[in-house]
């Protein structure tokens, strides 16, 4: 039977510290709210602007609101919450993707014509979800949190109104993701049913005392089918290609990166912290079908959409490696390699949703020939995120598929290793296909390319400095994750619950 201590006793008002340890999350849905009411105010011209200005504030404090949230680690809200080196590690990316996208997407919205109002706050709200995610060790305020994001993702989604295909999209993602979240609480229901709990650090103590529960497996298994829709892992992953197709060019930059690093750290919480049984091979499997989907279905792309779809299927599978590594070596291998993925995967959705042009008319291979020699800058630009995700050195996406393939080899896992390194070399062509169509082809019709708005501009230079940044200084974010590591897997004393049989 599990009790908890007296001290651990829930108080009857929350200190004013627990507010301080939600801060980001305030801050987000305050200006959130904020744009909505301005929405009605403005006219159609002050829209764009006014409200994309308020949004991106929104973005920055609460990049500051993180900064001052991590001086106060600890637990808040009778122990559903916390604040450490691991979920501030995570704030900071998460809040940082939707700061680039918004700033990519000022330019998208004038061109495609859309009203910004609910765009901007649905951005907003939805990143409100991915950060609480990541600092939620409660699973039910874990469920809540990723419907917070995935709602706000569902209507995004579908947001180019004029384009059936962006209503299937839309509807497409709502109605397996409700199936995956389906999933996910279903598995948070057999869970308190074996442990009694569904308080992340008192799974872990009974599971890790005591003979597991049957019931135990399937809800891991279960809870792993709602994480993996999310991260877009093989065989959850049938979604990912359509989806987005048909989404917003800025959209799937934020999709392909923030909601799954707000996935990614729940999962590492629920495999590395929590000690789930079972998850060892529903990992590796999961890994290599992803790597290999991912891989071998973005060959044969000519939509580059729907190819870098494809990629973050294959890059999931990457990343998947490091959770099936010791937990002291893959914890901190998936945090370095989330936030290298982020930083060059937004910035290449940034490029294609410039060269999209009006109607996303200039979405395939063929649209980006001659690129080198029309827009020298935007193509070297793209060229800097294709080798990173290539994993080429001196950038980011180097040395995370270092860091992963090292954990994995220091863990034994010799076989999963070779396969990841293969299906590396065959996502090296179609990565450098696209390089090749940009500098030695030329275009039968050139697609227009606009000049670079001064928001473009700067999400871009963002971007790259964070892309370069990770490949040539890696150490200083290398450490940060491994003491977010240290901590997720190690909790002080001080700041989890007594627990005791």
Same mark, same amino acid.
């Given at each position: ?34 744009? !909505? ?21 929104? +973005? ?8 001052? !949230? ?7 809200? /009778?122990? !559903? ?29 004038? @061109? ?21 995610? $990541? ?13 917070? $994001? ?44 074996? +442990? ?30 709602? @994480? %993996? ?9 049938? /979604? ?25 750290? @729940? ?13 060892? /091979?529903?990992? /590796? ?43 002291? &070596? ?39 020939? %001659? ?5 020298? &800058?935007?193509?070297?630009?793209? +060229?800097?995120?294709? =080798? ?17 393939? $090292? ?32 500098? !030695? ?12 708005? =001064? ?41 989890? $619950?007594?627990?005791?049989?």
């Amino acid at each position: 039977m599990i009790s908890f201590a007296a001290t651990a006793l829930p108080q009857v008002i929350p200190q004013s510290s627990d507010y301080v340890r939600i801060l980001p999350e305030l801050v987000l849905a305050i200006f959130g709210m904020a744009v !909505m009411a301005l929405d009605p105010l403005l006219g159609d011209r002050a829209t764009q602007k006014t409200l994309g200005a308020v949004g991106l504030l929104g +973005t920055l404090a609460a990049l500051g609101a993180t900064a001052y !949230m991590a001086q106060a680690p600890g637990l808040a809200f /009778w122990d !559903m919450i916390r604040v450490d080196t691991f979920s501030v590690f995570f704030h900071f990316v998460v809040i940082t993707v939707a700061a680039i996208t918004i700033l990519t997407s000022h330019e998208y919205m004038a @061109v495609q014509q859309l009203r910004a109002g609910e765009y901007y706050a649905l951005i907003l709200f939805g990143t409100l979800g991915m950060a609480l995610m $990541s600092s939620a060790v409660e699973l039910v305020l874990i469920f809540i949190a990723l419907e917070i $994001s995935s709602i706000a993702t569902y209507i995004l989604a579908g947001f180019r109104r004029r384009f059936a295909i962006s209503g299937e999209s839309s509807l497409k993602y709502f109605l397996l993701g409700s199936f995956a979240t389906a999933f996910f609480l279903y598995g948070v229901a057999l869970m308190f049913g074996a +442990t009694g709990s569904t308080n992340i650090q008192v799974i872990a103590h009974a599971l890790g005392n005591g003979p597991i529960p049957v019931l135990a497996y399937a809800a891991a298994a279960l809870m792993f089918v709602g @994480v %993996g829709f999310k991260v877009a892992a093989a065989p959850f992953h049938v /979604w990912t290609p359509d989806v987005y197709e048909g989404a917003p060019a800025p959209i799937v930059g934020l999709m392909s990166t923030g909601p799954k690093a707000a996935a990614f750290a @729940v999962l590492l919480r629920i495999v590395f912290e929590a000690s789930v049984p079972g998850a060892f /091979w529903l990992i /590796w499997i999961s890994a290599a079908l992803s790597m290999t989907i991912g891989n071998i279905g973005a060959l044969v792309q000519d939509n580059v959409k729907r190819l870098l779809a494809y990629s973050s299927i294959a890059h999931a599978g990457y990343l998947l490696v490091a959770f099936a590594a010791q937990p002291e &070596l893959g914890t901190s291998a998936a945090m370095f390699y989330t936030a290298a993925y982020a930083a060059m995967n937004v910035g290449a959705f940034a490029v294609v949703t410039h060269l999209a042009s009006r109607d996303e008319r200039y979405v395939t291979l063929e649209d980006y020939a %001659g690129l080198g020699h029309r827009s020298p &800058l935007l193509a070297a630009t793209l +060229t800097i995120f294709l =080798l990173s995700l290539i994993g080429i050195p001196a950038t980011g996406g180097f040395f995370a598929k270092f860091y992963v393939f $090292s954990a994995a080899l220091k863990a034994n896992l010799v076989g999963l290793t070779i396969i990841g390194v293969l299906n590396s070399a065959v996502g090296a062509y179609y990565y450098l296909r696209i390089i090749v169509m940009m500098y !030695m082809k030329e275009s039968r019709e050139e697609a227009p390319v606009a000049p670079v708005s =001064l928001s473009l501009g700067v999400g871009l230079a963002v971007s790259v400095l964070l892309t370069l940044y990770l490949g040539i200084l890696p150490g200083r974010v290398l450490d940060y994750a491994d003491e977010g590591a240290r901590q997720m897997l190690h909790p002080t004393e001080q700041a989890v $619950s007594q627990v005791s049989p």
